[in-house]
């Protein structure tokens, strides 16, 4: 329900983050920062400005909490460097698509991968707005903990702005 989302006030991000790790996500809400402009921060800001230009609407933020790449006519896309969090970007999209559903607006997804040249559609079901309820249900109980859940280390770690904060003792 779109109350529930605005007492959350889950961003995409925070969607997406919660499926790439539960700690991350607890120390970007709470505001400990180490996002940098590694090289890979900065080809993912030029890819999004140079990918699609014919596509009509890029980037529209609603209601301060999802910020959309692309919107047209019947899809929203969404462009992300590579598939390696395939199932997180599927997620955040999926919550576009079901926050655009609370405001009466019904859209299918786009993901786009333009350095790999793939590109997936997504539709919102029962099933996937479940998910996203439960999600920002969750959401809500892991940013409230007193302290971050412990580090696991993953195979993406060393790529994360956070890594040294995790594992540099
Ligand atoms: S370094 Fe690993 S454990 Fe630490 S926040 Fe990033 S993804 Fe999570």
Request: with cysteine; glycine share 2%; charged share 30%.
């Amino acid at each position: 329900m779109i109350e529930d989302i605005q007492i959350v006030k889950a961003t995409g991000l925070m969607i997406n983050y919660y499926y790439v790790c539960k700690r991350k996500l607890w120390l970007f809400y709470n505001k400990i920062s180490f996002e940098n402009q590694s090289d890979r921060v900065i080809l993912g800001k030029v890819i999004h400005e140079n990918s699609f230009k014919n596509l009509e609407g890029k980037e529209i933020l609603i209601d301060d909490l999802i910020k959309i790449d692309i919107v047209n006519k019947n899809n929203i896309h969404e462009i992300k460097l590579s598939d390696k969090m395939h199932t997180a970007t599927t997620m955040q999209l999926a919550y576009y698509l079901y926050y655009l559903k609370q405001l009466g607006v019904n859209k299918e997804g786009v993901i786009n991968y333009p350095l790999q040249k793939k590109r997936f559609t997504l539709k919102l079901d029962k099933n996937l707005e479940y998910q996203i309820e439960e999600t920002i249900k969750d959401i809500q109980n892991i940013v409230k903990l007193k302290k971050p859940p412990n580090p696991e280390k993953k195979d993406y770690c060393k790529s994360c702005a956070y890594f040294e904060f995790c594992f540099v003792e």
